[in-house]
């Protein structure tokens, strides 16, 4: 157990439908992380966290997905008219801090799009 | 631009012996290293990294890796597998001077311990 929580852990969903994930890294840690990882794939990158403000997002993260971080605590990561190919383990991670900041994983939820 | 490439996308070793998964990046300047292992349906969980100083790390569950700036390389190894071992390994790289600081990872190396 890293000490960072995802739920929910899997979600099977319909084409169309809008999903939304929570993550809650660990609590003294000011920066979070989400990456998605696809079957075969290693993670990528979608976005991070400073407290509650977003600082950078990827290409990958397209106009239907948003995320929030409201009150710098845990975050929201939304996937609004959901396709097929936004199937895939949502990965959250809560770093360290420092130049040497190691990044702990949390469990991911696996999405599945019918 | 930087990536990571990781030879073999599968490995099969005996128990008891050598693992060996390689993994090589592509840096304009060194790069932090780590690798991490995933368990089916689980995240990952770092086994080592390297920042500076010895190029030889050890990590968890007696795996080490080696930093070959020369060859930019950072292959990972074990003496003895054990079917513990048995999971999704990945390599994966930081910039020092990123806004982001965020992890590129290669595409995953699957070890297979056979009895």
């Known amino acids: 157990d890293t000490g960072v929580s995802q739920d929910p852990r899997h979600k099977i969903t319909k084409r169309g439908q809008n999903v939304t994930f929570r993550c809650d890294p660990i609590s003294e840690h000011n920066r979070l992380y989400w990456y998605r990882q696809t079957l075969g794939q290693g993670p990528e990158f979608l976005t991070y966290f400073q407290n509650e403000a977003q600082l950078e997002k990827s290409r990958l993260l397209s106009d239907r997905f948003s995320a929030e971080r409201p009150k710098g605590s845990f975050s929201t990561l939304e996937i609004q008219r959901t396709e097929q190919g936004d199937s895939a383990m949502y990965l959250c991670?809560?770093?360290?801090?420092?130049?040497?900041?190691?990044?702990?994983f949390g469990p991911g939820t696996r999405l599945t799009v019918l | 631009a930087q990536s990571v490439t990781q030879l073999g996308s599968h490995v099969s070793v005996s128990e008891g012996a050598l693992v060996l998964l390689r993994c090589n990046y592509s840096?304009?300047?060194?790069?932090?290293l780590f690798w991490y292992v995933q368990y089916p349906n689980q995240g990952l969980q770092l086994l080592l990294k390297?920042?500076?100083?010895?190029?030889l790390v050890k990590g968890i569950n007696g795996f080490e890796a080696e930093f070959k700036k020369s060859e930019t390389s950072f292959h990972l190894t074990k003496p003895s597998a054990h079917m513990s071992d048995a999971a999704e390994y990945f390599c994966a790289v930081r910039l020092i001077q990123t806004g982001a600081n965020n992890l590129f990872f290669g595409t995953g190396t699957r070890l297979t311990v056979i009895p």
């Open positions: 991670a809560s770093p360290t801090s420092g130049a040497y900041n190691e990044q702990f």
């Open positions: 840096s304009s300047v060194p790069p932090y």
């Open positions: 390297y920042t500076t100083g010895a190029t």
